[in-house]
């Protein structure tokens, strides 16, 4: 049977407020960084989620365990407890996080490095036409 879960961390990391939000599915891990620049409220992050999920940039998938023991009423609480109070994220989803931003980067040198070739191609073909140009007058 597949399982799918979500689950949004909101922290603030000076000067904005950073969502993480982690999705495992199938045994693979995906996460997507959200910048707020206020203290979101609830109602703002349920509507954001709702109509702008599609358009969310997720990290390439990664490996990971999920073990889902049955726990009891008291243990959750302090476990929800614990995370509401704890700031930062998983390493894996730091992990994900720098995967994509790895690959983001790559693509931006390759990117630079074909756009200044061109620009010197373009370059040295104004320098030969200038000299061939030179050379009609005499």
């Known amino acids: 049977m597949d399982k799918t879960s979500c689950k949004l961390t909101v922290f603030f990391e000076n000067p904005f407020w950073v969502g993480v939000l982690e999705c495992n599915e199938d045994g693979k891990l995906t996460v997507s960084k959200l910048t707020f620049y206020k203290e979101p409220k609830d109602y703002e992050i ?30 959750r609480q302090r476990d929800v407890r614990k995370q509401v109070q704890l700031q930062g994220v998983g390493t894996k989803s730091q992990q994900a996080l720098k995967l994509q931003h790895d690959q983001s980067k790559s693509e931006h040198i390759l990117q630079n490095k074909k756009q200044k070739e061109l620009d010197k191609m373009r370059l040295f073909a104004l320098k030969q036409q200038k000299k061939k140009e030179k050379h009609k007058g005499h």
């Open 46 to 75: 349920r509507n954001f989620i709702l109509k702008k999920y599609n358009q969310l940039n997720f990290s390439p998938a990664v490996e990971n365990v999920v073990i889902e023991k049955q726990k009891n009423y008291k243990k």
